[in-house]
T-cell receptor
């Protein structure tokens, strides 16, 4: 199984450009989420989804949009990139909500906004 | 607002030593406390987890100690090996959702 697949692995954007970070999982997980990782800040939740058609905001949602049209895919959209969005982005999924469902992370997308 | 505080930021131990990473939380409604391990260029992976009704959990060389009254928990790595060199994150979960609040991470280096 591929697990959680994120594309691209690296991306450089100019301020104001838009792009979509792709995330796909093949484990039939209900729950999917996006985190950003910054030095000294740990991992912060951007958006999450508990199932197809349902999304909600996390801790740092501003500047990002998500949608969940299928169980497998959960893309993250940057509408107008800003230097503050330079970060490593991780997509994660779990089988279902609940304590015994560990999060499975992808290998990340490193985004630089100049 | 950092709801889960993690220390130290970095740690260097010799092979065979016992690194200890500490975390403290504020919200007593947290009900699940996992630790994640991350190698360079990879996503975090679940290492071990504990519920607040348990004071200690061991899995192989990894042990979580949990002090509910002090709102603190820690990770101990017995007989540490160079392959344990990684960044470790503690986390806490609130309620039925799978949303996790992570600590800021500890970069561990195990030297020969």
């Amino acid at each position: 199984n591929a697990g959680v697949t994120q594309t691209p692995k690296f991306q450089v954007l100019k301020t104001g450009q838009s792009m979509t970070l792709q995330c796909a999982q093949d484990m039939n997980h209900e729950y999917m989420s996006w985190y950003r990782q910054d030095p000294g800040m740990g991992l912060r939740l951007i958006h999450y989804s508990v199932g197809a058609g349902i999304t909600d905001q996390g801790e740092v949602p501003n500047g990002y949009n998500v949608s969940r049209s299928t169980t497998e895919d959960f893309p993250l959209r940057l509408l107008s990139a800003a230097p503050s969005q330079t970060s490593v982005y991780f997509c994660a999924s779990s089988y279902q909500q609940g304590a015994h469902s560990p999060l499975h992370f992808g290998n990340g997308t490193r985004l630089t906004v100049t | 607002q950092q709801q889960v505080k993690q220390s130290p930021q970095s740690l260097i131990v010799q092979k065979g030593g016992i690194p200890i990473i500490n975390c403290a939380y504020e919200n007593t409604a947290f009900d699940y406390f996992p630790w994640y391990q991350q190698f360079p260029g990879k996503g975090p992976a679940l290492l071990i987890a504990i519920r607040p009704d348990v004071s200690e959990k061991k899995e192989g060389r990894f042990t979580i100690s949990f002090n509910k009254s002090a709102k603190q928990f820690s990770l101990h790595i017995m007989d540490s090996q160079p392959g344990d060199s990684a960044t470790y994150f503690c986390a806490a979960r609130l309620g039925a959702a799978s949303k996790l609040t992570f600590g800021t991470g500890t970069r561990l280096q195990v030297t020969l």
